[in-house]
């Protein structure tokens, strides 16, 4: 009887949408077999698509603990922070192995998915702000909103309420609308800026969601402020200061709570790969390291936005890859072209486009749509991969 193979070791390194999308297709596979190490930081993952939905509930309801996916799927957790570089990247190709504590962990493949972050503020804003008056999105993946929101009623009177969300994205209009119904529903008092430093709200997607999403706003102008083309410049107590992008002045408006949502960038490092999914590194390819989502800058015409969406579709393809690459078979690019997008504007509300950019859905299909396509990932944590290509339905095709 033949000797059976030894098992592929992979190391994935961050557990997002990317991360877990390459451990959850990669523990199906029946040859080669592999012998997966997932570290993260964090000890549970996010649905950080519904992050705005803290408002209403604890962030606890949106994470799942690694362990127990570990334990579901037949995988292994470390609980760690790696700090790397380039320089980092190529030592451990050429050992073969990195370094937690005292110990080396030998890989066959290396998967880098840390993911996209809050860039450093442009603004002149102290530091000590950062998690009192001014919440950023490192701090609400931590906490949630719920509990600031209610220290925040707690603490101030209702004439003194404002909150400010910087940021006209996709983001912060989620942020907005769910703020202003919640405040709604439990009858509290309080002034809503939505401060944006573009002329156009949703400026990356198609004209009809600025003006959709506009019409909404100005709908609720007895509670939600909209200054467009407007600048951030720093908290300072219960202000923040602005300047006006046409005039260039300066000026000031309450602001009690603010949330800052100015983008993402990539988080150590911004990786350039191959159409593969395998890393640069001082020009040359390493071909067993690969980077998937927000930190991985694919070559070739691939959807590279910095999305779940692309994020699932890159860490599937290099699940893919790494299959053919250790059975000397040639690598496929990710060429996987965005089917949609969509944005919600509170609850039984938002605005969408599926298959053709001008085929623009608004309203209740719209959010009904946006909850179905993200109920994929929770079905795919849970085993059951509906992320297909052939065309079932459009919706199933969409992420």
């Given at each position: ?5 030894p ?10 949408y990317?991360?877990?999308?390459v ?8 040859e080669p ?22 408002v209403y ?7 799942v603990?690694y ?68 919440i950023?999105?490192?701090?609400l ?15 101030t ?8 969300v ?17 405040l ?11 401060v ?35 600048k ?35 988080q ?25 989502g927000?930190?991985?800058d ?10 779940a ?6 860490g ?14 040639p ?23 599926m298959?053709?950019?001008?085929n ?15 109920a ?6 849970g ?17």
């Open positions: 009887m033949p000797s059976r193979k098992k592929k070791r992979i190391i994935v390194i961050g557990g997002g990317a991360g877990l999308s451990i959850l297709d990669l523990a199906r596979s029946d077999e592999f012998e997966i190490l997932l570290i993260d930081k964090q000890p549970a993952s996010l649905e950080l698509v519904h992050l705005h939905k803290t509930t604890a962030l606890q309801n949106l994470q603990s362990q127990a996916l570990a334990e579901r799927h037949g995988f292994q957790f470390c609980s760690r922070e790696l700090a790397f570089d380039e320089r980092t990247l190529a030592e451990w190709r050429d050992s073969g192995s990195l370094s937690l504590d005292t110990k080396r962990c030998a890989f066959d493949y290396l998967v880098i998915c840390t993911g996209g972050g809050t860039p450093p503020l442009e603004a002149n804003t102290s530091p000590e702000f950062i998690g009192d008056q001014l950023n999105l490192a701090q993946k931590t906490t949630g909103a719920a509990p600031l929101l209610q220290r925040f009623l707690e603490e009177a209702p004439v003194e309420r404002s909150i400010s910087i940021g006209g994205g996709a983001s912060g209009i989620q942020f907005l609308f769910e703020l202003d119904d919640f709604r529903l439990k009858r509290q008092d309080c002034e809503l800026n939505l944006d430093a573009s002329t156009r709200l949703l400026a990356n997607l198609p004209p009809p969601f600025h003006d959709y999403t506009e019409e909404k706003i100005l709908s609720r102008k007895s509670t939600i402020n909209y200054l467009p083309d407007t951030f410049i720093l908290q300072d107590q219960a202000e923040i200061e602005l300047e006006d992008g046409s005039t260039g002045k300066r000026f000031i408006i309450p602001s009690r709570l603010t949330l800052l949502f100015p983008g993402l960038s990539a150590p490092v911004l990786l350039n790969t191959t159409p593969f999914g395998q890393v640069y590194c001082n020009g040359k390819v390493l071909p067993e390291i690969f980077s998937a927000d930190c991985a694919y070559e070739g015409s691939g959807l590279n936005t910095l999305s969406q692309a994020a699932v579709h890159k599937k393809a290099i699940a893919e890859n790494i299959r053919r690459h250790a059975l000397g078979l690598l496929a690019q990710y060429d996987y072209q965005e089917l949609g997008y969509f944005v919600s504007l509170g609850p039984g509300d938002g605005i969408g486009w298959l053709f950019k001008s623009v859905i608004t309203g209740i299909p719209a959010f009904a749509i946006k909850e179905a396509i993200e994929q990932f929770s079905l795919f944590l085993g059951f991969d509906t992320y297909v290509d052939p065309l079932i339905s459009s919706i199933r095709r969409y992420w």
